[in-house]
């Protein structure tokens, strides 16, 4: 993936596969700040998350600026992830699978309420506290025209945090039923684009970013090429209007945090 012009490599401590991210970005012979790697770590409270943190530093071995994620909502204060961001050694901090529930104005005031407040100069030359207003930089979740999260989505574009989608095709338990679905088929037959890539662009004209997962390298190349395509509004109609599933696919915490 790195070799075909990827950049981005999405992983979590569950995933116990740092040491080999870290050997594949190390091969490329790319300077670290020319990569992103995204782990996510468990609430663990502030100082098991922010240990988890640390190691996971140190698993990755400075090769690509990271960003690390709370993987689920949990009684963790946002500051285990916020303090070594303030510190210069994660490039951004954000959280995996929380619902609007924990993402409205009230949560996010408590998300915030630990952050250490920055300073800032007045024009007299003295400092003085500024408030934090820290909102998390990322929000990871599954996004997709089956599942589209309408008020997740607003509250997300109102505090300005980055949607990265994940199960884009739909899941591996049902991706043979959406790519097979007749819409897609019809939109990616008139776009000369592979139903995968009709899914993917939809995510990405919506402003979102994607983290598709993929052994075969034509599949690498064909998502590496979703920036350079564009749905037609008719399409991008079409796949906003796809009836809604019941349940999330991937969600394995929603019927505790609901």
């Known amino acids: 993936f790195l070799q075909l012009g990827g950049r ?7 995933y116990q596969n740092h040491l080999a991210v870290a050997a594949a970005c190390q091969a490329t012979g790319l300077a ?16 098991g998350t922010l240990e988890a943190v640390l190691q996971a530093l140190r698993e990755l071995d400075g090769v690509a600026q990271v960003v690390a994620l709370l993987h689920a909502p949990g009684a963790t204060p946002i ?72 008020e997740l989505v607003r509250l997300c574009q109102e505090e300005g945090i980055q949607i990265v989608a994940y ?6 338990e049902r991706k043979s039923e959406t790519l097979a679905n007749r819409d897609i088929q019809r939109i990616a037959k ?29 599949h690498m190349r064909d998502a590496l090429a979703v920036p350079f395509h564009t749905l037609s509004q008719q399409a991008m109609a079409i796949l ?19």
């Not at 199960?167 to 591996?172: A, D, M, R, T």
């Not at 796809?242 to 609901?258: D, S, V």
């Open 79 to 150: 500051s285990s992830l916020t303090k070594p961001r303030q510190a210069g050694i994660l490039s951004a901090v954000g959280v995996s699978n929380f619902t609007p529930r924990q993402l409205r104005p009230r949560q996010l005031r408590e998300l915030r309420a630990d952050v250490a407040p920055t300073w800032k100069r007045t024009g007299s030359g003295a400092s003085r506290p500024r408030a934090p207003t820290w909102a998390p930089d990322v929000l990871q979740t599954e996004l997709h025209p089956w599942w589209l999260e309408r």
């Open 167 to 172: 199960g884009s095709l739909g899941s591996p």
């Open 32 to 47: 670290p700040r020319a990569l992103v790697v995204t782990t996510k770590v468990w609430p663990l409270g502030f100082h």
């Open 190 to 218: 008139a776009h000369d684009l592979s139903p995968a890539q009709v899914l993917l662009t939809w995510a990405v004209q919506r402003g979102m970013r994607v983290i598709p997962t993929t052994a075969k390298r034509q």
């Open 240 to 258: 906003d209007d796809m009836p809604q599933w019941k349940e999330a696919m991937y969600h394995p915490y929603l019927e505790q945090i609901l």
């Open 8 to 14: 981005h490599i999405d992983t979590a401590v569950a």
